[in-house]
């Protein structure tokens, strides 16, 4: 059976939630786990996740089938070493009744940042995933990808051969010099690596606001105003308020953490750059028509291309 996609993501369809769900159920680590459900969490894309009731501590938990060695291990370590950045975590493993496939088992929580609260939900975000870059820093021998300048140029390219707005041309010139001055100015952080919206959850219920705790770390070396600008591509919505300047809101964070941030000219310039790499990276992966649920294309189109635009200019 053709359990996962090309992209490593575990397949939806109803042979394979049945075929999960009798794994999760005979797996003797989970023997304490009670009336285990498929839960189809539309946030939750990259594995398959089963709600139920961890029994020593009663507890509802949920139980994410098809996680990677690197998200176990940071799942737990970030749980353990700052309860309040993590949701606890209860069980992990590598394999679901004899089969080789990577589960964990976790707290379930209330629920995520909310879109209503004017803007507070991307400062929190920004404090979140900061919060993770200080930690990072404590832990050694840890799994974690690096960012590379031939993957960085590979995104452009991609966007450039899907028909990317603005001048894509000039980007692709400018990009070894501005490589160099970005991780001059912006040294490499271990990074949570995927950090947007729909990996973040809060313990309260909206409207009522906490911290925000991360979820699906696969952690990367990489410049750190890249952790800033990709939520902010990913959430350039004319409709919306407080995505507008999330690498100066992750710089203040940094700030206020006491970890080092740049001189605010050279700042604008990283940015600049970093939110038109991360334009053309998801045009390469979306093209002109994105899901009109989430973004209309003529919006898409305007705010990538601006993005582009500014990073030509270097800011």
């Not at 398959?48 to 994410?64: C, I, N, Q």
């Not at 452009?156 to 692709?172: F, I, S, W, Y």
């Not at 410049?223 to 407080?242: C, E, I, K």
């Not at 940094?254 to 045009?283: F, H």
């Amino acid at each position: 059976m053709e359990t996962f996609d090309e992209f490593g993501r575990v397949r939806r369809s109803a042979e394979v939630v049945a075929y999960l769900h009798g794994l999760v159920k005979d797996e003797a680590a989970l023997a304490e786990l009670v009336e285990p459900v498929p839960e189809l969490i539309p946030w939750g894309v990259s594995g398959m996740y089963f709600t139920g009731r961890w029994a020593p501590e009663s507890v509802d938990v949920l139980v994410k089938v098809g996680v990677s060695g690197t998200q176990r291990f940071w799942s737990e370590v970030v749980a353990e070493r700052d309860p309040g950045l993590a949701p606890r975590v209860f069980a992990v493993g590598d394999r679901l009744s004899g089969v080789e496939v990577g589960w964990v088992v976790m707290e379930r929580l209330p629920g995520g940042l909310h879109d209503g609260w004017g803007g507070i939900e991307f400062g929190l975000l920004m404090d979140a995933g900061v919060r993770f870059q200080r930690l990072a820093r404590t832990i050694v021998s840890a799994p974690y990808g690096e960012l590379t300048a031939d993957a960085v140029h590979e995104w452009l390219v991609r966007g450039q051969e899907r028909g990317a707005p603005g001048p894509v041309d000039v980007v692709l010139e400018r990009f070894e010099e501005d490589w160099r001055f970005v991780n001059e100015v912006c040294p490499a952080e271990v990074c949570h690596g995927d950090l947007h919206m729909g990996n973040v959850l809060m313990r309260t219920p909206a409207p009522e606001i906490s911290p925000a705790l991360l979820i699906d770390f696969e952690p990367c070396q990489m410049p750190w105003v890249f952790d800033a600008a990709y939520p902010q591509v990913l959430n350039s919505d004319p409709a919306r308020t407080g995505w507008q300047d999330m690498v100066g809101q992750m710089a203040d964070c940094r700030s206020a953490y006491g970890l080092p941030v740049c001189a605010d000219e050279d700042l604008k310039r990283a940015g600049a750059i970093a939110l038109g790499w991360y334009a053309l990276r998801m045009w390469g992966m979306l093209g002109p028509t994105p899901d009109s649920a989430w973004r209309a294309a003529s919006v898409w189109r305007q705010q990538n291309e601006t993005y582009i635009e500014a990073g030509a200019k270097g800011g």
